[in-house]
C-alpha cells in the first residue's frame, strides 16, 4: 500500500546507464516501503522568476512529500526548499560537496582534519594567467609530489598525481581558467582508502578500495573491494565530516593513514551500487527509510 509520494530528481543530460541502475535500486526499494517514487528529470521542473508561479511543471505529476535530489542542479533545488519541499541531500549540502574548494573550506569551518591544501587563484576561461610564479610557493609549501584536484569532478576523474616540478608546472598552466586546487600527498595511503556510507547522522555501511596500479583507489578508475569494519575514530571522522556539509547521504572517503583518520573528500550523491555488492548491506533501504522519517513538506 502506498503511503508516501517522492520524487528521484536526476539530471536530464546525464542519463547513464550508472544513473538508470540507481534509479532502479532506489525506486524499487522505496516500492518496498511504500513509498510511490517518481524520476524525474531536473529538465521536467523548470525554476521561474517574475512569473506567478516559481516552478514551471509537467501536468499530472503528483505532489511529493519529500525529494530525493540527485543531482546537482542547485538553482532548482534552492527553488524547490523555498516552496516548502524537503530535499535529500538539502541544497546547500549538494552544493558544497559538488565544489572541492567550499567543501574543504567546511571540513576547515568545523575542524575536520584533512590533508594540507591551496586554492588555485581565479582565472578566468578563455583568459588565463600567463604569470603562474605562484607554483613556487605552492610546491614550497606542500612539497612533491603532490595532487592536483579540479573543483567539479566525480568518479575519481579530473584529479591528477604530479611528481615533479615540471610536470606541476604543465598542470597548472593547463588548468588556467579551471578552478582547481593543490594538495598535499599522503603517502602512506597510496592506492587506497575507505569509504563510509553514512546515512541520517549514522555509519550504514564501509568498504577498503584498492588499486595495484594507481593512486585512486575508486572503483569506476579500477579500485577493488572489500568489506571493512571501521575504527570507532574513523566513523566518529565520517560523522563529523556529513554534519560539516551538511549532508543527510554521504560517501565520506576516509585515508588509511597511521594517526588520527583524514579525511579526503565527501560524495553527496554517492552512487550506492558498488558497496551494496561489496558488503551486502542494502542502503537504499536505509536511506529510503531516512526520507520517510525526515521527510515532508516544510
Given at each position: 500500500m502506498?503511503s508516501?509520494?517522492?520524487?528521484?530528481?536526476?539530471?536530464?543530460?546525464l542519463?547513464?546507464?550508472?544513473?538508470?541502475?540507481?534509479?532502479q535500486?532506489?525506486?524499487k526499494?522505496?516500492?518496498?516501503?511504500g513509498?510511490?517514487?517518481h524520476?524525474?528529470?531536473n529538465?521536467?521542473l523548470?525554476?521561474?522568476?517574475?512569473?506567478?508561479?516559481?516552478?514551471v511543471?509537467?501536468d499530472h505529476?503528483?505532489?511529493?512529500?519529500?525529494?530525493?535530489?540527485a543531482?546537482?542542479?542547485?538553482?532548482?533545488?534552492?527553488t524547490?526548499?523555498?516552496?516548502?519541499f524537503?530535499l535529500f541531500?538539502?541544497a546547500?549540502?549538494?552544493?558544497?560537496?559538488d565544489d572541492?574548494?567550499l567543501?574543504?573550506r567546511a571540513?576547515a569551518?568545523?575542524?575536520?582534519?584533512?590533508?594540507?591544501t591551496i586554492?588555485a587563484?581565479?582565472?578566468?576561461p578563455n583568459?588565463?594567467?600567463?604569470?603562474i610564479?605562484?607554483?613556487d610557493?605552492?610546491e614550497?609549501a606542500?612539497g612533491?609530489?603532490m595532487v592536483?584536484?579540479?573543483?567539479?569532478g566525480?568518479?575519481?576523474?579530473?584529479?591528477?598525481?604530479?611528481e615533479?616540478?615540471e610536470?606541476?608546472?604543465?598542470?597548472?598552466?593547463r588548468?588556467?581558467g579551471?578552478p582547481?586546487?593543490?594538495?598535499?600527498?599522503?603517502?602512506?595511503?597510496?592506492g587506497?582508502?575507505?569509504?563510509?556510507n553514512?546515512?541520517?547522522?549514522?555509519?550504514?555501511a564501509?568498504?577498503k578500495?584498492?588499486?595495484?596500479?594507481?593512486f585512486?583507489?575508486n572503483v569506476t578508475?579500477?579500485g577493488?573491494t572489500?568489506p571493512?569494519?571501521?575504527?570507532r575514530?574513523?566513523?566518529e571522522a565520517a560523522l563529523?565530516?556529513?554534519r560539516?556539509?551538511?549532508?543527510?547521504?554521504?560517501?565520506?572517503?576516509?585515508f588509511?593513514?597511521?594517526?588520527?583518520?583524514i579525511?579526503c573528500?565527501?560524495?553527496?550523491?554517492?552512487?550506492v551500487?558498488?558497496?551494496?555488492e561489496?558488503?551486502g548491506?542494502?542502503?537504499?533501504?536505509t536511506m529510503?527509510?531516512?526520507?520517510?522519517?525526515e521527510g515532508?513538506?516544510v
Open positions: 502506498t508516501h509520494v517522492s520524487w528521484l530528481v536526476y539530471n536530464g543530460g542519463y547513464t546507464e550508472k544513473f538508470k541502475d540507481y534509479q535500486l532506489m525506486t526499494a522505496a516500492a518496498r516501503h513509498v510511490e517514487m524520476p524525474v528529470a529538465d521536467q523548470l525554476a521561474a522568476v517574475g512569473m506567478d508561479s516559481p516552478l511543471l509537467p505529476l503528483p505532489a511529493p512529500d519529500f525529494i530525493h535530489f543531482d546537482k542542479d542547485i538553482p532548482l533545488a534552492d524547490l526548499e523555498e516552496n516548502g524537503r541531500n538539502k546547500e549540502a549538494v552544493a558544497v560537496c572541492k574548494r567543501m574543504h571540513f569551518a568545523s575542524g575536520v582534519r584533512q590533508p594540507a586554492l587563484p581565479m582565472a578566468y583568459v588565463g594567467r600567463k604569470d610564479s605562484y607554483i610557493r605552492v614550497k606542500l612533491l609530489p592536483v584536484k579540479e573543483a567539479f566525480s568518479f575519481g576523474e579530473q584529479v591528477y598525481w604530479v615533479t616540478k610536470a606541476l608546472y604543465d598542470t597548472a598552466a588548468l588556467q579551471v582547481h586546487l593543490y594538495q598535499e600527498a599522503v603517502m602512506e595511503s597510496f587506497r582508502d575507505v569509504r563510509l553514512v546515512i541520517g547522522g549514522k555509519v550504514a564501509s568498504m578500495r584498492t588499486s595495484e596500479h594507481d585512486r583507489a578508475a579500477g577493488r572489500v571493512y569494519e571501521p575504527t575514530e574513523q566513523k563529523h565530516a556529513a560539516a556539509v551538511g549532508a543527510d547521504f554521504a560517501g565520506v572517503d576516509l588509511l593513514n597511521e594517526g588520527s583518520p579525511v573528500e565527501i560524495n553527496s550523491n554517492p552512487h551500487r558498488s558497496i551494496i561489496c558488503t548491506v542494502h542502503v537504499e533501504d529510503i527509510r531516512h526520507m520517510i522519517s515532508g513538506r
